[in-house]
């Protein structure tokens, strides 16, 4: 998307605190947290960072609309049903 500072919010403290302990496993949990680091490292300016979920509402309603699916999605789009959301807060 050609962005060059991205700080990424979760409400998921157990993923945060999974994403800077850099421990391994081999779970889907730990190759999704394996991910989320190889794009840390190959973009310095992007960060994850832990925030209430009264505080991100987009983290939320991305959460929120997962529910309903029956397996893992990767998103290499903004998803339509975070999609205002997003454009709200970038404004």
Known sequence: MGLSSVM???DSQVL???????????SEFNV???SIRCILV????????FI???????????????ISYASREVYDYVPP?????????MS
């Open 16 to 26: 945060i605190d999974a994403v800077h302990a850099r421990a391994g496993g081999v």
């Open 52 to 66: 209430q979920r009264q505080a991100n509402m987009v983290a939320h309603t991305l959460a929120r609309a997962t």
């Open 32 to 34: 999704i947290v394996n």
């Open 8 to 10: 990424f919010l979760s």
């Open 42 to 49: 190959s973009n310095c300016n992007f960060e994850v960072k």
């Open 81 to 89: 049903c975070i999609y205002s959301l997003l454009n709200n807060e």
